[in-house]
Nanobody, 124 residues
């Protein structure tokens, strides 16, 4: 059973940075592509950044490209999302997800496992 636990969220001023972490159960990365998604009130989860199991290729939403970086530490079973130059538009609940597909999908329906979500608020 895959378990995912996010941490690292909070309140940050515009222009600031945060690093989210997602601790995964042992063996998750070997069998899954990983992704970060976010959700604001009244909307579905939108993809932010994904990392494919095949070759480790990454892909970012246009809205975060150049500001966010997805990475993982296999020894620590941890997925990261480094977020820089944050703006109020980045305020959301962020989720990490695990998909059995070898190429990470951008649609939430293709993810079988999700963390509990963590709030990121960008405000002065």
């Amino acid at each position: 059973q895959v378990q995912l636990v996010e941490s690292g969220g909070g309140l940050v001023q515009p222009g600031g940075s945060l690093r989210l972490s997602c601790l995964a159960s042992e063996g998750t990365f070997a069998g899954h592509s990983m992704g970060w998604f976010r959700q604001t009130q009244g909307t579905g989860r939108e993809f932010v950044a994904i990392k494919s199991r095949l070759g480790g290729a990454t892909h970012y939403a246009d809205s975060v490209k150049g500001r966010f970086t997805i990475s993982q530490d296999n020894a620590k079973n941890t997925l990261y999302l480094q977020m820089n130059n944050l703006s109020s538009k980045d305020t959301a609940v962020y989720y990490c997800g695990a998909s059995p597909k070898i190429i990470a999908p951008v649609t939430e329906i293709d993810y079988d496992y999700w963390g509990q979500g963590i709030q990121v608020t960008v405000s002065s």
